[in-house]
């Protein structure tokens, strides 16, 4: 069964930056791409960033791109979501998920396994 746990939230000024990251186990792993989401309270999750199992294709959101940055740890079973240039508008709740995805089809469908999420607060 996968298992991930995501981390790294805090609250922040407005322009301030901040790095996510989430640890993946499980095995079947070692070959599926892993996103991002994040999630306001009373609205639905949305996609926002997601990244290949060999971590050399990537996909934005519109609304991050030049802003958000996805990447894979040394260890291909982490992520990383370093966010810069923060708004009061990126304050959510931020989840790690993982399938079998293309990294396109993340900004389309649900994937099957999620983090706990952590909150992201940043102020104006």
């Known amino acids: 069964q996968v298992h991930l746990v995501d981390s790294g939230g805090g609250m922040v000024q407005a322009g301030g930056s901040l790095r996510l990251s989430c640890v993946a186990s499980?095995?079947?792993?070692?070959?599926?791409?892993m996103a991002w989401f994040r999630q306001v309270p009373g609205k639905a999750r949305h996609f926002v960033a997601s990244?290949?199992?060999?971590?050399?294709?990537?996909h934005y959101a519109d609304s991050v791109k030049g802003r958000f940055t996805i990447s894979k740890g040394n260890a291909k079973n982490t992520i990383y979501l370093q966010m810069s240039s923060l708004k009061p508008e990126d304050t959510a709740v931020y989840y790690c998920?993982?399938?079998?995805?293309?990294?396109?089809?993340?900004?389309?469908?649900?994937?099957?396994?999620w983090g706990q999420g952590t909150q992201v607060t940043v102020s104006s």
């Open positions: 499980g095995p079947t792993f070692a070959d599926w791409s």
């Open positions: 990244i290949s199992w060999n971590g050399e294709s990537t």
């Open positions: 998920a993982t399938d079998s995805f293309p990294v396109e089809a993340y900004a389309h469908y649900g994937p099957v396994h």
